[in-house]
C-alpha cells in the first residue's frame, strides 16, 4: 500500500444491470485524465502522475430492484464495491476539490442503476490542511463543567414563533431545572420577530446570572446561520461578545465555504445540524454514506455533530444512528479530530442503555431532550433529574426499572414516556 | 392569493403508501412551529403569523415501485403535489434559512417512500435580497464581441495532468481557431503541477495578444474554486489583476457562503458547475428538480450555468435539458435574474437543429464543444466554422444536410460526428 500513501482513496457502490466494474474504471478515466482525444504532451509519466485508478473491487449481492428506475427492466442489477485511488497531486489538499474530483460528476454517467460514496480515505498530506474541531467534546465538557456524564441539554420549541422575551422565560425555566446546555431550534436563525440581537440581549443575561448564582455556565446556542458569510461572522460577533460560547450553524445550507469562513475566525463552540443531509443519505443505494460526509465536516470544524438517537422520530433507523455515533468519534488522523456527538430526537432518558451498550459504553456525548424534560410531569427540573438518573443507571448497567424503585423522577418518566417510546 | 404576497411557496412531490395528504400536512406543521407541547404563549396570533400552511394538493397517478426501498411491500403508493406556503416573516428573507427550514429537515420525516422539492416561488421581499448575477447574457455577449448567434467556447483536455505551458500551447491553437470562450475543466482548480498563478500566467499573455492582434478578447474561465473563501477570492484576483475576465465556479462544493461571499466582490463572469447536483435530482421521486437549484444559485449571482444539451453523454434526459434551460431563462423577478445557459456535452454542432427548436429559437447561449471542435478532421478552426455553420443553419431552419452542400466545414463534421452522434 505504500504507492497509496498520497492517494485520497474513495469507495463507491456502484450498481449496474450491465458491468459495474467497467464502470468503475469509467469512473476513474473520466473523473481524472479522461478526454477522447490522444494528446501530444500526453507522456505515460504525466498520466501515472495523475491518473485514478480502481486499487480494488469487492462483489456485493445484487438486487432485484435498481435504485434508480430503469425504463428497460432487468432481471437483477449487479453490485460492487469499488476502490478508486486518486493523487493527491492531481487534486491538492482541498476538500472543495476533492468533493469535485471524487463526487462531483460521477453521479451523471450513464449505466448506473445506483451508485452511492461509501467512504473516503485522505493521506497524510490533509492532516494539516485544515484547523478541525476547536473545542469538540473536551471544551464542551470545560466549558459546562460536566464531567462524570453525558452534557444534557434541550431545545426550544416551539421552532418558530417565540418572540426574545417569551425565549427569555423559557430559557429562565431550562436553567433553574438543571439543564447544561440549550439550543435554539435550526429553524430559527433571525427572522423579524426574534432578531438574533434581539434574542441574544434577552437570553445572554439569563444565562450570565444564572452563572453568577450557582458558578455554572450554561452553554446556550444561537442559530447564526446566513447565507452571507459577513453576515453570519456579524451574528457571532453578536453572541461572543455578549459573553455566549456556542452556535447553531445549519451546515448543509451554508456549505463549505462559509464554515472555512467561520472555523478561521471563530471563538464559538459550533454546533452542527445536518439539515438536508437526509436527500443525500435516505436511500441507500444512492448519494452517500454519513461517514463521508461527517470527515469532511469535522475537518472543517464541526465541535458538536446532531446525529439521531435510538428510536428516534425520524426515519433513520437504530444501526444507521450508532453507525453515526462511531463516524463521530473515530478519528480520522488524531483523537483531536473527533467531534462531540449530539444524541438527540424524541430522546427521554429512557434510550440511555441501549445508547450506552451499543455506541462503546462512553459517556462522552451531548444528549438532546425536548419533550422528555420539558413534559416531564413533575416539571423540567424533574425532567433534568430523571435523565441524569437514567444515564446513572446504564452506565452502571442497572436495569431502569431497577433504578426507577429508588428515584422518583425517572419513574414518573418512565411510566409517562415509556409507553409512547415503544409504541 | 392576496394572502400568499409575503409567502414563500413550496411545491413537494410527496409518496407514500399511506397517506401522503396526511404527510403535507405535517411537513408544514414540523416545519414551522411544530411541536408537541402546548404552551402558554401560543397564542392564536403568534401561531398565525410564523406558521407554514398547505395552500393546494394535486393528486398524480400512484406508482407501483417506491422510490425509497420499503421493507413492507404495498400494492401501490400514492403521489401527491402539495403546494406549502411558509411566511417570510417566519423566515427572513434569507436562502440559507428557506433551504434549512422548507427542505433541511423534510426529507427525515418518517412515512414518505418519496419526496422531491418541485418549485420555490418566492415573494418580491426577495427581489433585492440578492445582487443575482452582475453580466448574465449581455455582459457575456459585451466581452466577447459575439451578436447574432451563441458564444463559441471549448474545455480544456485533457481535464487533468497538463501543465501550465502545456494548457498555455492548447489555448494558442484554440483562440487561432477562432473559438470565443475557453474554460479549464471544473476538475482543475489548483494542483501542485499546474497551480492557478502560474496557469494564469502562462495563458493570460495568449489571450491579451490575440486580443492586441485581432481586437478580440477570448473569455477564458480560470478554476479558482476553494473551500476557503479567502484563498477563492485570492484566486480571483490573480485572474482579474492578470486581465482574465471569467472564473469556473464549483458552486456545489463551495456551498452558498462561498458564491454570496464572491459574489460580493467579483469583478469576473461567474460560470457555474453544477458538480454534485446530480446526487440531487438524477432519481425522479427523490431529492429536487433543477428548477429549485437554478433559482438559488441565480439570486446568488451565477452569470453562465452548465446544463447539459440534447443527446449529452451524461444520463440526462433531452426533455429534461429543454426543461433546464428553460429555468435559467425564464426571469423570477426580472430578465436580469436570468443567467446563461451553457450547452455542453457531446455537442459538434449537430445538436443546433434540434436545440434551437426545443428552446425557443433563442441564440442567446453558450454553445461547449470539446471533441466536435479540437477532432474536427481538418482541424480546430475548422471545427469553430462547422460549429457556426450548424448554427447559422439551425436559425434559417435550413437542414444541416442541406447547408453541408456548401459548407465544407459543416460537411466534415457531419460525415465525422454524425454517425457518432446519433449511434
Known sequence: MSCLTDMVVVTYLIESAGDPEALAYKIAHDQSTGTFVPLAGETPELKARVSARVVDIRHLSPVGIPSFPQEAGAREYRRIEADIAYPVAAVGPDLAAIMTITMGGVFSIRGFSGIRIRDIALPQSFRNAYAGPQFGTSGTRMLTGVEGRPVIGTIIKPALGLRPHETADLVRDLVDAGVDFIKDDEKLMSPAYSPLEERVKAVMPVILDHEQKTGRKVMYAFGISATDPDVMMRNHDIVANAGGNAAVINIQSVGFGGMAFLRKRSRLVLHAHRNGWDILTRHPGLGMDFKVYCKFWRL?????????????????????????????????????????????SGQWGGQAPETWKRTGKTLDLLYLCGGGIVSHPDGPAAGVRAVRQAWDAAAREIPLAVHANTHSELRHALETFGQLDLA
Chains 1, 2 share one sequence.
Do not use: H
Open 300 to 344: 472543517l470544524g464541526v465541535d458538536q455533530m446532531q446525529i439521531n438517537g435510538i428510536r428516534a422520530k425520524y426515519w433513520e433507523p437504530d444501526e444507521s444512528f450508532v453507525q453515526a455515533f462511531s463516524d463521530c468519534t473515530t478519528p480520522i488522523f488524531a483523537p483531536s479530530d473527533i467531534c462531540m456527538p449530539v444524541v438527540c
